[in-house]
């Protein structure tokens, strides 16, 4: 090959390259909530804010866990926060924790206190899914507070 060709064939590679680079997700802004059923708050449940922007992955897909009081705050792969704009929102069950899984006797102490922290259940099966959950979130800049009112 001559050195025209082997130019010609770098600047072309380069410029698919470029072409072909994703763009920048959203900004991702602070997002934090409660979440309940018929007023009362969920622990234990995991909470998924799904992006209805196309041209990203898993990356831009954020998460929580509820606490005790139902409370959440979301972080994704990228960083805390969750990305701006339109969400699909599912809720289901979290999983057990590791360290209830084990076969000692403090491991299933640990298993007993967990289900006993299970209260307000059953968390909707609808809820659980992207095909079936009817639960949507716009994100705004500056984020907030996006409480979730689930019933029985």
């Known amino acids: 090959m001559t050195n025209h060709c082997v130019l010609l064939l770098l600047v072309g590679t380069a410029a698919i390259a470029v072409g072909c680079s994703k763009p920048e997700p959203p900004a991702r802004v602070p997002v934090s909530g409660v979440i309940t059923i018929d007023g009362k708050p969920v622990p234990s449940a995991v ?3 799904y992006p209805s922007f ?7 897909i954020a998460e929580g866990v509820t606490d005790a009081g139902g409370r959440y705050s979301l972080a994704c792969p990228l960083g805390p926060g969750a990305c701006l704009g339109k969400h699909k929102v599912t809720v289901a069950d979290a999983p057990t924790p590791e360290d209830a899984r084990e076969q000692s006797v403090a491991g299933q102490q640990r298993m007993q206190a967990f289900l006993k922290s299970l209260t307000n259940r059953p968390i909707g099966a609808k809820f659980g899914t992207l095909a079936t959950s009817p639960l949507e979130v716009e994100v705004s800049a500056g984020g907030g507070s996006y409480d979730l ?3 029985h």
């Open 47 to 49: 909470v998924t804010f």
């Open 149 to 151: 009112q689930l019933t």
């Open 54 to 60: 196309e041209g990203f992955g898993g990356e831009v």
